[in-house]
């Protein structure tokens, strides 16, 4: 709220919205306050009152935090059987989806950021300045796509007010996917905006405290593991969606959770 | 069969091998009598016999129709476990797959209005002659790649015939479709010869009559709903599929079928 | 190993890093057993090895081939409702995903000879020299990426070895894609360097020896069917990426196999 009055806004009537969907539709309780069904409207919301455009783009940011609900409960029973959590990726799924009208229904407009490019005359170019400060705050502020350092300072507080734990994974997870994608080279120009750290953060928390309930030693490595891999993830999903000009969102911090989730049963002492 | 004789031919092959395909494959009796083995074959042979060209391309769509079947069979197979039925999706997912070999065997050709293009040069431009009446009979006619009008009225009264539920939800879904995507700006030159239509009309019919076997009643408000939903499907799936230059066939009522009925078991109340 | 040194090392530590992991992480000894987990860190090791390069390529493929173990562990259990194997789909889907990540990081180097390609500026052209004794080696040869007639030999010796039946199908089954390749139409410069051959070759041994238990007599004409499915499969995958300029793999096997061993669970008499 401090970046965007209206942003917050949308934010919360999408977090009503979902909630209210999953309630009035009759959904499991524990489902419901869990919190899945509004945080997958609250992103979905958020994120298509921020690539969409034009003077409609607030209605149609609302219309997608009541699909995304929907999209939740519907993947939920798609993905019983294989007993992995929805996660996020009712919100990437339909954002990606919702994005993509644009170029063929002429009331929706794409923002200008996102440019479609073929991948044979894409050129990589990681120079830029280094800035470590700022590394460290705004990765958890792009969750929620913001990307001031002031929003990411509020933000750890909160984290770390909801248990300590959850703070400090999510520093954990932030500063090992921060130097992952140094390492291996990303480009600057991304990691000090926080879009290497943000899926990090999100993969720490899940793997090593939320999905942690048998509280396995070697957990704790798992999840600081699953947030390096959410690094290549990122750079991989980078390239798939660069002709189409979209933004992986939190889906490498989907997979890198579904991958060690699955593990986990196949190969239980890790 | 008004509007192309040997189109006909094909479409009456195509049905026979699938449903023997089904029959000589010892299928579960119910399933080939429900005519999903003869359906998906049916639209594969018309599909490919109208975007294939070439000598041989009736050889091709007749051996698609059978590829059809062995793809139905082995979706059903894959899907058992989601308790979704598998729709036209293995036709529109063998045809895609199909289209796609001339590019790299040269027995198989495409036809010229299929044309890859990238979404950075795409220029969107709805404008057009508006015409209702057409839009009114051309929808139903694509479920069968007929863009007549005349074989549009024909199919309505076939549809009525089967039953005055099916007959309504045909001419609903169709209206609701194309008031979507006039309200959203879609581009007329594909709404009024029936593109944005068909699977409305598909995905209405399926969603309030063919599975709503308990007769609630807010099925029929959802069968609407879902018509609409098809119109920013298509679009999307149009841009997924521009690069490639596919069309998306039936996979928006597939989509949108299947959301509604996977949303069903989570949200029982809708 | 006659072909190349380094090549041969990577992959025998790449398969002990697959067997340790599922040992070590304490995965059904049987699976180990059956070289699940070496099978696709073998080739993940080895693709990663020969798609990129640079000073640190085989860091990389190591690494690649711990990853892989991962991935077959977590795809396992996805998969584990539809019955259906793996096979060698942790491998594909990892290597694709690990190239694409060259264009964004920089300590990835992917090989020139990977170059994305728009569709609609692509030209098909087939000749090429007609080299029928090369084309009847090189495929089991590509199995391992090796593109050498002795290494062909060798391999085909090596699984006659294992049992006449692999043997005869590895014959057949590359026998079959080849002539389907040529009638077909396909790029005498792939079909006689076995890239139309070495997914026949897997898939027909599959299909007739590997997952053919009940010994019914109609396995084998399935398993020679299916090895022709692969070639359209090919030519198929190869379009669809071309925009990202990466190869198929053994993507064919494992589509043309799981086709059939789901068909089998519905259609009982195929």
Same mark, same amino acid.
């Given at each position: 709220m401090v970046s965007s009055f209206s942003l917050g806004v949308i934010a919360l009537l999408s977090t009503m919205i979902g909630t209210l969907v /999953? +309630? %009035? /539709? /009759?959904?499991?309780?524990? %489902?419901v306050n869990q919190g899945l069904f509004g945080f997958n409207s609250l992103l979905t919301g958020m994120a298509l009152y921020l690539f969409l455009t034009g003077p409609y783009h607030w209605i149609l940011s609302l219309i997608g935090a009541f699909l995304a609900a929907i999209v939740t409960a519907a993947l939920m029973h !798609?993905?019983?059987?294989? /007993? %992995?959590? !929805?996660?996020?990726?009712?919100?990437? +799924?339909?954002?990606?989806?919702? %994005?993509?009208?644009?170029? +063929?229904?002429?009331?929706?407009?794409?923002?200008?950021?996102?440019?479609?490019q073929s991948l044979w005359q894409w050129k990589l170019d990681i120079t830029g300045p280094f800035n470590l400060k700022e590394g460290i705050f705004t990765g958890i502020g792009q969750v929620f796509f913001l990307d001031y350092t002031i929003s990411g300072i509020l933000l750890f507080v909160a984290v770390f007010w909801a248990g300590w734990r959850y703070g400090l994974y999510a520093l954990l997870g932030n500063a090992v996917a921060l130097v992952t994608a140094l390492v291996l080279g990303a480009e600057r120009s991304l990691i000090f905006v926080g879009l290497y750290g943000y899926n990090g953060i999100l993969t720490a928390i899940a793997v090593a405290v939320v999905f942690n309930t048998s509280k396995r030693p070697l957990s704790y490595v798992t999840g600081i593991f699953a947030a390096c891999l959410t690094v290549p993830i990122t750079a991989s999903l980078h390239s798939w969606l660069l002709p189409f000009g979209l933004p992986p969102l939190t889906m490498p911090f989907v997979l890198s959770t579904w991958i060690v989730l699955s593990v986990r049963k196949v190969l239980p002492r890790l």
């Open positions: /999953g +309630r %009035l /539709g /009759g959904a499991d309780e524990k %489902l !798609v993905m019983k059987n294989t /007993g %992995l959590p !929805v996660l996020t990726f009712p919100f990437v +799924r339909l954002t990606l989806f919702t %994005l993509l009208i644009s170029y +063929r229904l002429s009331a929706v407009h794409i923002s200008n950021a996102l440019v479609p």
